[in-house]
């Protein structure tokens, strides 16, 4: 089926682009449907990638597998990293409840460990109820990624995590990385201890950056930067219940210095000077999105669900999606954008 796909690609010239991968937790598999998708397109070659949160953790995962076995190792890398994922959380109480599972819904509103969760996290912090800081990312990911290959390997990695003290983000590249760095990028200061590195603690990357775009314009050769968006920017109506109203916040916030640093680009693009340096990387930029109605259909809960089904639900949703861009505006990469980030000044 893969190979059909591949075959009926329009023939193009090898194309180098790069990557911005959102945040999301569980909704991270997306992302992997995505990348398992256009890693079959032998013409796209990757450059870059910039990533936060679970975005990083695909990065990174998908860096290290092609360091080891190009395009075949990154998709067979990706595959196991998730597989680990909902190995780990087989067992777990945080699982869908009887209501959920009758009628068919994704999400864990009605779970009974989730809604204890959900109301002592507003009482209580990790330190209180977590006092060791026990998180089970961190054996995942110290056994899925060879942590020295993503050094010496061909893609450029730029993962960002919050500086709790000063607020903004730091971005890591590829030798920092480490398993503390890939949780930092996804801490959650409401679920996980902050992570300590270098002597400052970190939160999720998503409050400074979700993703970075910036290193991708200045440390990489690409023109063309492929965001992959899994965090809904518009949504209609007002939401009401408690637990939408904490979702929208978070989106909003997570979205918020996504779309300002989309909106220099589009500015930069109309005042750089092609002929000048840095201001012709500036004002060559063109951008692409690759995203799914469906993820707005899916709230916060289903974030923290990591039962395989949902998992490969989700990344048969990223391949479909990504199939679609690729069928739509493959043949624009490397000739003109097919986000139109210019209306983003026009709302400014």
């Given at each position: 089926?893969?190979?059909?796909?591949?075959?009926?690609?329009?023939?193009?010239?090898?194309?180098?682009?790069?990557?911005?991968?959102?945040?999301?937790?569980?909704?991270?598999?997306?992302t992997?449907?995505?990348?398992?998708r256009?890693?079959?397109?032998?013409?796209?070659?990757?450059?870059?990638?910039?990533?936060?949160?679970?975005?990083?953790?695909?990065?990174?995962?998908?860096?290290?597998?092609?360091?080891?076995?190009?395009?075949?190792?990154?998709?067979?890398?990706?595959?196991?990293?998730?597989?680990?994922?909902?190995?780990?959380?087989?067992?777990?109480?945080?699982?869908?409840?009887?209501?959920?599972?009758?009628?068919?819904?994704?999400?864990?509103?009605?779970?009974?460990?989730?809604?204890?969760?959900?109301?002592?996290?507003?009482?209580?912090s990790?330190?209180?109820?977590?006092?060791?800081?026990?998180?089970?990312?961190?054996?995942?990911?110290?056994?899925s990624?060879?942590?020295?290959?993503?050094?010496?390997?061909?893609?450029?990695?730029?993962?960002t995590?919050?500086?709790?003290?000063?607020?903004?983000?730091?971005?890591f590249?590829?030798?920092?990385?480490?398993?503390?760095?890939?949780?930092?990028?996804?801490?959650?200061?409401?679920?996980?201890?902050?992570?300590?590195?270098?002597?400052?603690?970190?939160?999720?990357?998503?409050?400074?950056?979700?993703?970075?775009?910036?290193?991708?314009?200045?440390?990489?050769?690409?023109?063309?930067?492929?965001?992959?968006?899994?965090?809904?920017?518009?949504?209609?109506?007002?939401?009401?219940?408690?637990?939408?109203?904490?979702?929208?916040?978070?989106?909003?916030?997570?979205?918020?210095?996504?779309?300002?640093?989309l909106?220099?680009?589009?500015?930069?693009?109309?005042?750089?000077?092609?002929?000048?340096?840095?201001?012709?990387?500036?004002?060559?930029?063109?951008?692409?999105?690759?995203?799914?109605?469906?993820?707005?259909?899916?709230?916060?809960?289903?974030?923290?669900?990591?039962?395989?089904?949902?998992?490969?639900?989700?990344?048969?949703?990223?391949?479909?999606?990504?199939?679609?861009?690729?069928?739509?505006?493959?043949?624009?990469?490397?000739?003109?954008?097919?986000?139109?980030?210019?209306?983003?000044?026009?709302?400014?």
């Amino acid at each position: 089926m893969a190979d059909d796909r591949i075959r009926r690609m329009p023939q193009q010239d090898a194309r180098l682009v790069d990557l911005a991968l959102q945040g999301g937790g569980a909704h991270g598999a997306f992302t992997w449907g995505v990348l398992d998708r256009l890693l079959e397109e032998p013409w796209l070659q990757i450059d870059g990638i910039s990533g936060t949160s679970a975005g990083a953790m695909n990065a990174a995962v998908l860096a290290d597998g092609y360091a080891e076995g190009e395009a075949r190792g990154a998709r067979a890398a990706l595959e196991a990293f998730w597989r680990k994922v909902s190995d780990a959380a087989r067992f777990s109480p945080l699982r869908r409840g009887p209501i959920d599972l009758l009628l068919g819904r994704w999400t864990l509103d009605h779970s009974p460990t989730f809604i204890a969760m959900d109301l002592m996290a507003r009482l209580f912090s990790p330190y209180d109820l977590n006092p060791r800081g026990f998180n089970p990312l961190r054996d995942i990911l110290a056994d899925s990624i060879h942590f020295d290959r993503l050094t010496a390997g061909p893609i450029k990695l730029f993962v960002t995590a919050t500086n709790v003290r000063t607020g903004q983000g730091r971005v890591f590249r590829n030798a920092e990385i480490t398993p503390d760095v890939l949780l930092a990028s996804a801490c959650l200061p409401t679920l996980f201890h902050a992570v300590e590195i270098d002597g400052e603690s970190y939160w999720d990357g998503g409050y400074s950056g979700n993703p970075t775009i910036t290193p991708l314009v200045r440390e990489c050769t690409s023109q063309d930067t492929i965001l992959v968006q899994i965090n809904p920017v518009e949504r209609h109506g007002t939401p009401r219940a408690a637990r939408d109203i904490i979702n929208r916040l978070n989106e909003v916030s997570f979205n918020a210095v996504l779309l300002k640093e989309l909106r220099m680009i589009a500015l930069l693009r109309h005042v750089a000077d092609p002929g000048d340096g840095e201001g012709a990387q500036w004002a060559g930029m063109r951008i692409h999105r690759v995203s799914s109605e469906h993820m707005v259909d899916l709230g916060y809960s289903s974030k923290l669900n990591a039962e395989w089904e949902f998992l490969t639900m989700l990344r048969d949703k990223g391949r479909r999606a990504a199939e679609g861009f690729l069928t739509t505006d493959g043949r624009n990469i490397g000739t003109r954008s097919t986000l139109d980030i210019d209306r983003l000044l026009e709302s400014a």
